[in-house]
Structure formats: structure tokens, C-alpha cells
Nanobody
């Protein structure tokens, strides 16, 4: 049984940094691409970043490019999202998504249908 669990969310002030994590068990963690999504109240879920199986290739949404960094430690079966220079508009529930079908991020990686396992989310709140 695949389990995906996010952690590390919290309340921070604008301009500060936060790192959230995701562990995934029950599948070959080092074989598949993974991604972070977020959903703010009243808004659709959006793709934030994607990373390939080895960590050697990453993609970002324009809204976070240059501020967020996705990474993974396959030995620890852990995915990270380092978020710097946080803005109030980054406030959202952040979800970890795993695909067991793709080793690399698809060209249309923000499309949620590529991912078949999801965590419950971790809340990130940025105050002004």
C-alpha cells in the first residue's frame, strides 16, 4: 500500500523561508517523478514544481521560479520543497504527488492526472 505524507508546513511572515517535506512508502521511490501542488481557498489546484527520478531535472511554475527549489533524497525516500522569499499569495495547502508511470516529468507536468498517489497536504500560511 502506497503512503504519501507531507510535513513541515506552518505560519511564516512574508519574506521568510520554509522547507516542507514528503515521504512516500510502498513503491520504488527512486524510480518515479514526483511533484508539489498547492491549492488556495477558492482557487484551483496548481502545479508548483516537478522533479525527475534522480533529481537531475526539475521544472517550476512561473509564479515560484527563482524562489522555490525542489529536491529529493532517494536514500531517505524524501522529497523537499525549499521556499524562500515567501509571499502572502503563496498561502495554500501544499500537496505531494507521486506518479508510478513516469520516471521523468511529463511536458505537461502540472496536469494532475499524471499522478496517481497524493498526500493529505500540509498548510503553509504566509502573513504580511
Amino acid at each position: 500500500q502506497v503512503q504519501v505524507v507531507e510535513s513541515g508546513g506552518g505560519l511564516v511572515q512574508a519574506g521568510e523561508s520554509l522547507r516542507i517535506s514528503c515521504t512516500a512508502s510502498g513503491l520504488s521511490f527512486d524510480s518515479f517523478a514526483m511533484a508539489w501542488f498547492r491549492q488556495a481557498p477558492g482557487k484551483e489546484r496548481e502545479g508548483v514544481s516537478c522533479i525527475n527520478w534522480s533529481g537531475g531535472s526539475t521544472s517550476y511554475a512561473d509564479s515560484v521560479k527563482g524562489r522555490f527549489t525542489i529536491s529529493r533524497e532517494n536514500a531517505k525516500k524524501t522529497l523537499y520543497l525549499q521556499m524562500n522569499s515567501l509571499k502572502t499569495e503563496d498561502t495554500a495547502m501544499y500537496y505531494c504527488a507521486v506518479t508510478s508511470r513516469y520516471a521523468s516529468c511529463p511536458d505537461s507536468w502540472p496536469a494532475s492526472h499524471y499522478y496517481n498517489y497524493w498526500g493529505q497536504g500540509t498548510q503553509v500560511t504566509v502573513s504580511s
